[in-house]
């Protein structure tokens, strides 16, 4: 398929119809025909190396270990987000991990004690998590998330494609639910994250993860309390950080 056939300029009506076309693939399908095919050289697994992140890291390890793995320090992680990620790099084989960074300057300009997580963590959201992403991210027509329907309300119409400024991004995992996650990791004997077995199914940066109670939505113990849902890297085209 011509590179122009699925280059989107933002048309989510084009991207709804990619849906469709391979809404029959399983993920591991849709993973190989992104990789080896639609974006050949051109598109990045982003990776949180969280609470599930090991079933698309190893079905992405399985199709080319050397595909490029987008990971965002926001220098605020669990530590053990760190040692996770390092083990299962090690295990998987990735070859080509990416850290992205906040803009030292930036932080020392606006975050000097790094505590804008209580005061704005929008903006804290920006300088440590979206414009490095946006930064990391330049070059790649399409980028990969292991986001999920059944994480929470908001991601329940979540949709195989979508059109994000002139880049693809692909949630192959849309349709699975825990059950699947579980099996997965299961069957290839995936090691999970330390956090996991605390009560915290899904993990971003220490100061704004909370455990989750029985019955809550997977992603209730983020931002807690604060009328927050998403950390803004899903909410819109990425920059390289040009309002910065
Ligand atoms: S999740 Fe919290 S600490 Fe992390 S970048 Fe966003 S506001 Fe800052």
């Known amino acids: 398929m011509a590179r122009h056939d699925v280059t989107l300029f933002g048309d989510a009506l084009a991207a709804s119809r990619l849906g469709e076309r391979f809404a029959m693939l399983d993920p591991q399908a849709l993973l190989r025909l992104a990789i080896e095919h639609l974006y050949a050289g051109r598109i990045a697994l982003v990776s949180s190396f969280g609470a599930d992140s090991a079933v698309l890291l190893h079905m992405v390890a399985a199709i080319d270990r050397a595909t490029p793995v987008v990971f965002v320090d926001t220098r ?3 530590p053990q987000t760190l040692t996770y990620r390092d083990a299962l790099v090690a295990q998987l084989g990735l070859s080509h991990v990416i850290t992205a960074l906040p803009d030292e300057r930036v932080l020392g300009a606006e975050d000097p004690e790094n505590f804008l997580w209580a005061s704005d963590p929008d903006r804290c959201c920006d300088i440590r998590k979206t414009a490095p992403l946006g930064q990391a991210l330049q070059g790649y027509d399409a980028w990969i998330t292991g986001r999920k329907q059944f994480q929470s309300a908001t991601r329940a119409a979540l949709p195989l494609f979508e059109a994000e400024g002139e880049r693809v991004k692909i949630n192959p995992l849309a349709g699975f639910d825990a059950t699947a996650i579980l099996a997965y990791i299961k069957a290839h004997d995936l090691p999970p994250h330390p956090l996991v077995a605390q009560n915290y199914p899904s993990i971003g940066c220490l100061p704004c993860t909370s455990p ?12 807690r309390g604060r009328g927050k849902v998403e950390c803004g890297i899903h909410l819109g085209p990425l920059s390289a950080g040009a309002d910065i």
Request: proline share 7%.
């Open 76 to 78: 605020q992680l669990f």
């Open 212 to 223: 989750v109670k029985p019955g809550e939505d997977q992603r209730a113990g983020r931002w």
